[in-house]
């Protein structure tokens, strides 16, 4: 996970590539205001089975599985990051923790009924230039 510091006219899209092969995902922070919002976004850009829960177990679970979305790596972008759970700061810290839980388990690979190589997810958390002092962020800032 990291924190990008954008210019403010610079594109996120010009400035976080992915490599080829790897599946990229964008939520708006401005609409993750909060817990419920955060994980609806999450499921919709990330095509979660409809019978998916909308909590913290349920999305760490279907992140860490993705069987649905094969990939050589997986980007995550969180554009207007300063927003994200702005009305439920509270559950910041998951949220960091359950990323961070799910790329450990990409990283880590699988062995045994269904094994699958180390596979990168990363997760960039993106603010303009100006509001990266907004919050604490818990995370490095990618130069």
Known sequence: MHLVVLERNEDV???LVAPPGFVTKAIYGARSRTKPALLAELAQAFEFPAYTGRNWDALEECLAD???????????VVTDADQLLGESPEDYG???????TVAAEWAAGRTGE?????VPFHVC????????????????RLP
């Open 13 to 15: 899209g010009v400035r």
């Open 66 to 76: 993705l069987e649905w979305l094969p990939a050589e790596g997986y980007l995550l």
């Open 94 to 100: 998951t949220f960091l923790e359950v990323m961070e």
């Open 114 to 118: 269904w094994p699958r190589p180390p």
């Open 125 to 140: 958390l993106t603010v303009r230039e100006g509001r990266e002092s907004a919050r604490t962020w818990g995370v490095p």
